[in-house]
């Protein structure tokens, strides 16, 4: 054998010894249970505690808040024609709305890829195609990058910086009406 080959076996070797574990007992999550069931299910006694904090804004999002813009954004994206499997593009950095748009997604079965701000548009491109996305969460400083994808795109900043052709997040979040479609009103440059 090789001294190339015997490095490559070697680093596959140690690679896989490496484990990091935690002092702490592994926590139990079923399999048995969405991940929104589980985050949710004792939210009657946690519903006004902190679940999310955002560390730039200092806003405070209790489990009830989380929960239900989670379940008002879920209604959202379901009457743009997501579907059960589908898949949900987020191209977000960390965020309240992230956490938002994953949850939603988890209500109704749908599936999210998570692309970081930061690729290229190419890179965006691939991952949005290899996942068969049918629509992308971002804001609208990364609307450029995914544009020509032909893609729904939803932007999570408020409603007067939303580029011509795209959705508001808010529109989605504040969906409970029955009759309320989101597409029903785009923001144009000229509002």
Known sequence: MSTREET??????????????????????????????????????????????????GDVYTYADVHATSRKLSAGLRKLGVGQHDDVMILLPNSPE????????????????????????????????????????????????????GLLIICTDSSSLIPEGCLSFSELTH?????HDPRARRVSPKE
């Open 98 to 149: 992230f956490v938002f748009t994953f949850l939603a997604a988890s209500f109704f079965g749908a599936v999210t890829t998570a692309a970081n701000p930061f690729f290229t548009p190419a890179e965006i491109s691939k991952q949005a195609k290899a996942s068969a996305a049918k629509l992308i969460v971002t804001q609208s400083r990364y609307v450029d990058k995914v544009r020509d994808l």
């Open 175 to 179: 969906s409970g009406e029955e009759d």
């Open 8 to 57: 490559v076996t070697d680093q596959k070797h140690s690679s896989a010894d490496v484990i990091s574990r935690s002092k702490l007992p592994d926590i139990y999550i079923p399999n048995h249970l969405p991940l929104h069931d589980y985050i949710f299910q004792n939210i009657s006694k946690y519903a006004a505690k902190p679940c999310l904090i955002n560390g730039p804004t």
